[in-house]
Every structure is written in C-alpha cells, then in structure tokens.
C-alpha cells in the first residue's frame, strides 16, 4: 500500500456524501423554494456533506465495511433531512 492509498480510500468513501448533498443543495433550493433558511449554499451543502458523512461512518462501524446499500438509505435519509431542516429556517 503506497503513502497516497489511504487518502484515495478516504476520499472514495466520502464522495457519496459530496455528492449527494451538493445535489439535494441544488435540487432543494427549487422544490423548498427560497425560503429564510441557511443563508447561502454553500453553507447548506457543507452541512449536508458533514451529516452524510457521519451517517456513512456509523454504517461503516455498524456494518463492519463500506458498501452497504443500508447505509446509503441511511446517508439518503439523513442528507435529505438536513436538507428539509435547512430549508426550513428558524421562525
């Protein structure tokens, strides 16, 4: 295994939450509509991309590896609540 190989795996495990909640940060934005939520995308793609990566960890845990479609449901979930709760705001 060479000095770059646990970068490139971390970063494999991660791109499914990048993914995901930067999609469901664009994709919100037109179903939510613009609503008084958090401020700018960004912050809401890096909210999404920070829950989804902790419901992969606990899938990865739970689960023993990586790949379980279980905890893509699970980031799925997750993401896309952070998303709604985002979108919402705070009245």
Do not use: E
């Not at 419901?55 to 709604?84: I, N």
């Amino acid at each position: 295994m060479g000095a770059l190989d646990p970068i490139y795996h971390l970063m494999n495990f991660l791109a499914p939450a990048l993914a995901v909640g930067g999609l469901l940060t664009l994709v919100g934005s037109f179903i939510l509509g613009k609503r008084a939520g958090a401020p700018v995308w960004i912050a809401q793609a890096a909210i999404n991309f920070v829950a989804g990566s902790l419901a992969m960890g606990v899938g990865l845990w739970f689960f023993g590896r990586d790949g379980k479609m279980a905890s893509y449901a699970a980031l799925l979930v997750v993401a896309t609540t952070s998303q709604w709760v985002c979108g919402r705001g705070w009245r």
